[in-house]
């Protein structure tokens, strides 16, 4: 059974930073590109990045690149979004997801607020 657990979520101020984690099991991660989505409340899912299994590709939509770093650690089998330069309008749940995009299968998310 796929299992992603999402934590790292939180409140912080714009220009502030926080750093998301993916705890991947019941699936072999190494193998498997990743992605986190994010859903702000009464808007669709939106794809925030992406990354290749070995890592050596990344995805970004011009929302958030230059701002977020993504990242995998395949020995522990962890997910990883680094979010700098936080704006209002990250605000939103962020998931972690099995493949490369939107994806069903998919943690119960992790809340960040931007917010002065």
């Known amino acids: 059974e796929v299992q992603l657990v999402e934590s790292g979520g939180g409140l912080v101020q714009p220009g502030g930073s926080l750093r998301l984690s993916c705890a991947a099991s019941g699936f072999p991660f190494s193998s498997h590109h990743m992605s986190w989505v994010r859903q702000a409340p009464g808007k669709e899912l939106e794809w925030v990045s992406g990354?290749?299994?070995?890592?050596?590709?990344?995805y970004y939509p011009n929302s958030v690149k230059g701002r977020f770093a993504i990242s995998r650690d395949n020995a522990n089998a962890t997910l990883y979004l680094q979010l700098n330069n936080l704006k209002t309008e990250d605000t939103a749940m962020y998931y972690c997801?099995?493949?490369?995009?939107?994806?069903?299968?998919r943690g119960q998310g992790t809340q960040v607020a931007v917010s002065s």
């Open positions: 990354i290749w299994a070995d890592s050596s590709v990344t």
């Open positions: 997801t099995k493949g490369w995009g939107i994806s069903i299968e």
